[in-house]
Nanobody
């Protein structure tokens, strides 16, 4: 299994930006797709973005398209989530996950980080 550690969360005003990072170790990073999910209090974990092994293909949930960008640096074993024009409804704990196929289904990812809190003030 891979170990995943997220960082970069924090408090930001609505309209602001944050960049999340997820550092991986324990297995060949470039062999796996990566996903970002988020979970707000009282809500189910939801898919935010995913990226293929090479980084060429990406997938986003509709609510973040045009505002969030997922990228990866296989040389650094790190995946990023650039979040712009943040809204209060983006507030959640953000998790990165590793898997075989880019999918919106969380149970298809076999490794998860501990999460990083994103708070957006209005």
């Amino acid at each position: 299994q891979v170990q995943l550690v997220e960082s970069g969360g924090g408090l930001v005003q609505a309209g602001g930006s944050l960049r999340l990072s997820c550092a991986a170790s324990g297995r060949t990073f470039s062999n796996y797709v990566m996903g970002w999910f988020r979970q707000a209090p009282g809500k189910e974990r939801e898919f935010v973005a995913g990226i293929s092994r090479s980084g060429i293909s990406t997938l986003y949930t509709d609510s973040v398209k045009g505002r969030f960008t997922v990228s990866r640096d296989n040389a650094k074993n790190t995946v990023y989530l650039e979040m712009n024009s943040l809204k209060p409804e983006d507030a959640a704990v953000y998790y990165c996950a590793s898997g075989i196929v880019v999918t919106t289904k969380p149970d298809r990812y076999d490794s998860w980080g501990q999460g990083t809190q994103v708070t957006v003030s209005s």
